[in-house]
């Protein structure tokens, strides 16, 4: 140790640059060793057990839930407004947001069974920040399709909504206030990050779900779901309460900026009450 020290206290004396070589093959060796931890951790998730065990049930959970997310966005979609190319255009882009929203469930389900296996945390991170980085590089990728498409479906519900569309009580009122959230969502410009981020969300939800069996399972999801709720809630009359001449109210973006960050604190405190929990003394046995 002491004939590094020296060296050490020799070379300091040489100036900036010497210090500069050194810092930069200390950062080379640093961030090497963290490739190949990352690497190690990313094959021990995906080893052959794991995809029989996790990522096959994962795809399962992901084809069943996109029946449940097509249902409601074929409702979502004003069909006898549209002509042919907007209908194709409608199509498509409907084809693949629904593709980006069952990433969701599957990525909780994929965190729930590789906590079940009892495969590292570190692990578990790693494969999640994969995930959030595959379905961000995809919307980046694809997000200014989807907006050209939205855009076509704008231009034409836009015209073929009659003058008496905004009424209250009128049949196309539903759709003249979805024409104009269609718009300010094709001024969000966040999309790509915001729903990466909901992703560590359902990921949190994942690995909290874990640890139950049984009927606690869906207990615990139930209580999840009614927890950022009620989160969701206070916040809500919260600004409601100490901004009432705020007007008008929040963008879409913004609005749900605010739902995945609450799905995201509720996710964190729920996993720090676990920890808490476990590390309790009145739940270790009596000495």
Known sequence: MSPA???LQAESSQGWRPRCRHYVGLSLVFGWALVVDLRADVIAAFDVDARRTVWLRAVCWYLAALVPIAW????NVPWHLLDAAARHAALVSSVLTIAFAATAPATAVAVFYLRRRGVQIRSIAAVTVLIVAATTACWLALGPYIDSLSMQIYQRVDSALPT?????GNADYRWSIWLDLLGDSLRDTGTPWRDGVSLVGWALLGFVLAKDRGWRVPARLAAFFVATWLVWLVLVFGVLLFSVNSWPPPSTAAQRWRDVLVMLATGLVWLL???GRKESPGDSPAA
């Open 164 to 168: 008496t569309a905004r009424e209250v």
């Open 72 to 75: 409601m966005q074929d409702g």
């Open 273 to 275: 009450l676990e920890q």
């Open 5 to 7: 020290v020296a060296d």
